[in-house]
């Protein structure tokens, strides 16, 4: 399907939304890096959704993406272990009050 760049929201463990000007279908499968702190991770996936914009309205499109396979360290930076099991939360955070 070539090349696409777009920006990301909505990052979790389990993969993200992803804004572009054109989006895949829903199924399609995507390989990719995600930028976090300036350093890259490689990321296979497939499209769980996609909802098209409107290029004349230079309106970009959303399409979630569901993570098939992660490095490990980007997992765990978005809360899950080695297995896809959820981690604890970092605590106990101190009561403001």
Do not use: I, Y
Request: proline residues 9%; aromatic residues 10%; charged residues 20%.
């Amino acid at each position: 399907m070539g090349a696409a760049s777009g920006f990301t929201v909505d990052v979790s463990a389990g993969g993200f939304c992803a804004e572009l000007m054109r989006v895949f279908p829903k199924g399609t499968a995507v390989k990719g890096t995600l930028l976090v702190d300036g350093e890259e991770f490689p990321f296979s996936g497939r499209v769980a959704w996609a909802k098209q914009g409107d290029f004349r309205l230079n309106m970009r499109g959303r399409m979630g993406v569901t993570f098939t396979d992660a490095p490990e360290e980007l997992r765990r930076m978005f809360g899950v272990g080695p297995s896809g099991t959820p981690l604890p939360a970092p605590g106990p955070f101190p009561h403001r009050g």
